[in-house]
């Protein structure tokens, strides 16, 4: 009866909506996203100015309001001229690689609904899904195929490739979520929308373009992970990049048809791999993109350059780790990482035999590919073999002479799926030894180094383990009753707020570690729970917003979720 009900009320719902006569003039109350509105606001009022064969145009009315008639018609102007691209171009192209939208849609009418709204300094624009589903579903529904645009970008040239951007995430709706009931993971549905750009030629001229904007965010943060998506522009940084080559490589049928299947994400794309009788899977190719990124270089493997004319130039210069010129020396160096992030590191300098010791914690998956330059800057290129416990070593004799340079590539490539939020981090280390005569009291110095090293990734590991754990408050304490700030060290009352903090969840604490030292971790974990309860800890006081220090109306509040 239910079932009945649903389509029942979808007809009835079409008829009413396609008797609905839209002129220009007309005014809508819209719900919107405030998490992009630039005054947080879930609602707006628009006026629609503009209707095609393919669009509805509406702008947020008080800003239309406020707009001379010169520039109303200026603004109407450059409408004729992004719905003439969309219609002719975008349109056309994009359905016809990745299939259509939902038409005529969730209100039966064959028309895309733009909205431009005040949105945040940054955002480019956003596709609601929930406007996909009758308001029966979904009560903040617009019940619409329905895009948003800033009005701060209305006339900029390159609104065109936002509105393409944008466009493709109303697509993947309809061949991903409708016909297979499956929902794509934020990094691959983000880099399928951004990489039409270039499937319209918009990325041509790099110059200016959106790939230029792509490159330079992603050489700010190179070692952002592909997979988790936090919406900064580092995200999309190295989506692009990566998206590039892929299709370099392999086609763009890989985003057709991992785009056309119930599987997502890495699952998705080995899909399409597997279907275009490629031998490499996503983890290969991943591999094969760090080390591309930093040699690019078509003669070594066509396989470890870009093909695209506009990256074929591109190199990313590795983190340098200095040796002394002279004498014995060696270095330790002890980094984080998430999945699928880069991580580039040289070493340079030294004169003697050197041996890099890898490791990580047991359990990982880590893949190390190798560089060695000699003098005449020639190189060759190898893997790290790991053994069991995540170590490996790589000797190279008559480094500083021979051998100039050791660039060492490492990448966590344990997860697969399930990228919705803040993924962990995970420690690795490596350790360069530059050998010849060793005192003895220097050898008793290393090894109580790499000692202590070892000391501190089992307790990492340990940390690391009750970070997995269930998130309960585990009872150290039932109450704070001292105040607690930056800087605190080895305290009992920090410990039982930092289980407290852990207890409150990811959005809250999502490192979890309980060591009693108030650091800046916590700080940040405290700022977020008092932003959370911010009527009762930060109104009262005349407090916006948080500041880390656990003062009296701080532990009132977490007192009282404690008992």
Request: overall charge negative; some cysteine.
């Amino acid at each position: 009866m239910r079932r009945i009900f649903i389509i029942i009320a979808f007809c009835v719902l079409f008829a009413a909506q396609g008797a609905i006569a839209v002129s220009f003039g007309d005014t809508v109350n819209f719900n919107i996203d405030k998490d992009f509105d630039a005054l947080d606001r879930p609602q707006t009022t628009a006026v629609l100015i503009k209707t095609t064969p393919k669009l509805y145009f509406y702008i947020e009315k008080n800003w239309w309001d406020l707009q001379a008639q010169a520039k109303q018609t200026e603004v109407l102007n450059n409408l004729d001229i992004l719905s003439q691209e969309f219609e002719n171009k975008i349109y056309p192209n994009l359905t016809s690689v990745f299939g259509s939208e939902w038409n005529p849609g969730v209100d039966g009418d064959g028309r895309i609904t733009i909205l431009f709204q005040s949105l945040r300094e940054g955002a480019g624009g956003y596709f609601r899904e929930s406007d996909e589903y009758l308001k029966l579903q979904l009560p903040d529904s617009n019940e619409r195929e329905m895009l948003y645009l800033p009005i701060s970008q209305i006339d900029n040239p390159q609104l065109k490739i936002f509105l393409a951007h944008e466009f493709v995430h109303l697509i993947t709706f309809n061949q991903k979520n409708r016909i297979f009931d499956a929902k794509e993971e934020i990094w691959l549905n983000e880099a399928r929308a951004d990489y039409s750009a270039n499937i319209l030629g918009y990325d041509d001229q790099y110059q200016g373009s959106n790939l230029q904007r792509r490159v330079q965010a992603f050489l700010e943060k190179p070692s952002d992970s592909l997979t988790e998506w936090q919406e900064s522009k580092y995200d999309y940084g190295v989506a692009i990049l990566f998206i590039y080559y892929l299709t370099d490589h392999y086609g763009i049928n890989i985003l057709i048809d991992s785009l056309k299947s119930e599987l997502t994400g890495i699952e998705s794309i080995n899909y399409a791999l597997q279907k275009n009788s490629y031998k490499e899977d996503f983890s290969q190719i991943f591999t094969n993109w760090t080390i591309a990124i930093t040699i690019n270089d078509c003669l070594l493997d066509s396989k470890y350059c870009y093909l695209n004319k506009n990256l074929k130039n591109f190199r990313l210069n590795p983190t340098l780790n200095f040796l002394p010129l002279t004498g014995d020396s060696s270095l330790s160096v002890t980094n984080v990482t998430k999945n699928w992030s880069g991580n580039w590191q040289k070493i340079i300098g030294g004169n003697g035999d050197l041996k890099l010791n890898f490791s990580s914690l047991t359990g990982l998956d880590f893949t190390v590919p190798y560089i060695v330059y000699d003098k005449e800057n020639n190189y060759y290129l190898e893997f790290l073999k790991l053994n069991e416990d995540e170590k490996g070593e790589i000797n190279i004799k008559n480094f500083g002479s021979d051998q100039k340079s050791l660039i060492i590539i490492p990448s966590l490539q344990t997860k697969i799926s399930g990228f919705d939020g803040l993924e962990f981090t995970y420690p690795f280390t490596f350790t360069v030894l530059i050998t010849g005569i060793i005192s003895p009291d220097e050898q008793a110095t290393i090894q109580k180094f790499l000692d202590q090293i070892d000391y501190l990734k089992k307790e990492i590991a340990k940390i690391l383990a009750q970070n997995q754990g269930d998130g309960q408050n585990n009872g150290i304490c039932q109450k704070l009753n001292n105040n607690l700030y930056f800087g605190m060290a080895n305290n009992n009352e920090v410990r039982c707020l930092q289980e407290f903090l852990k207890s409150q969840g990811q959005g809250i604490y999502p490192e979890g570690f309980v060591t009693g030292n108030f650091g800046n971790l916590t700080r940040l974990a405290v700022i977020r729970f008092q932003e959370k309860y911010a009527s009762e800890v930060l109104t009262p006081l005349g407090l916006k917003k948080g500041t880390g220090f656990v003062g009296f109306s701080t532990r009132i509040k977490i007192n009282q979720i404690l008992n």
